[in-house]
Nanobody, 115 residues
Framework: QVQLVESGGGLVQAGGSLRLACAAS????????VGWYRQAPGKQREMVAAITSLGYTNYADSVKGRFTISRDNAKNTVYLQMNSLKPEDTAVYYC?????????WGQGTQVTVSS
């Protein structure tokens, strides 16, 4: 059974940093392309950052220059380094690993940025 487990969320003051991790396990599953998404209360889920198996990255305009997505293939883990956090970054953050025909999601980790 494939599982994605996010960790690293928490409460931080504006301007602070957090690093999220998305670890995959189960059934010999290896992470391919991975995306980080977030959902704030009352808002739709939105893509924050994505990384391909070769390490190409893409970011939402709202986080460019502040967030960095990276991967450690040996650990089968993808990270999201979040710097210069703002109150509007407050949300539940999810990692997603599409793997045809399946689409795997983690349970989410809460990030709260206080002003």
């Amino acid at each position: 059974q494939v599982q994605l487990v996010e960790s690293g969320g928490g409460l931080v003051q504006a301007g602070g940093s957090l690093r999220l991790a998305c670890a995959a396990s189960g059934g010999g599953f290896r992470l391919n392309a991975v995306g980080w998404y977030r959902q704030a209360p009352g808002k739709q889920r939105e893509m924050v950052a994505a990384i391909t198996s070769l390490g190409y990255t893409n970011y939402a305009d709202s986080v460019k220059g502040r967030f960095t997505i990276s991967r450690d293939n040996a650990k089968n883990t993808v990270y999201l380094q979040m710097n210069s956090l703002k109150p509007e970054d407050t949300a539940v953050y999810y990692c997603n690993a599409p793997y045809y025909p399946d689409d795997y999601w983690g349970q989410g980790t809460q990030v709260t940025v206080s002003s």
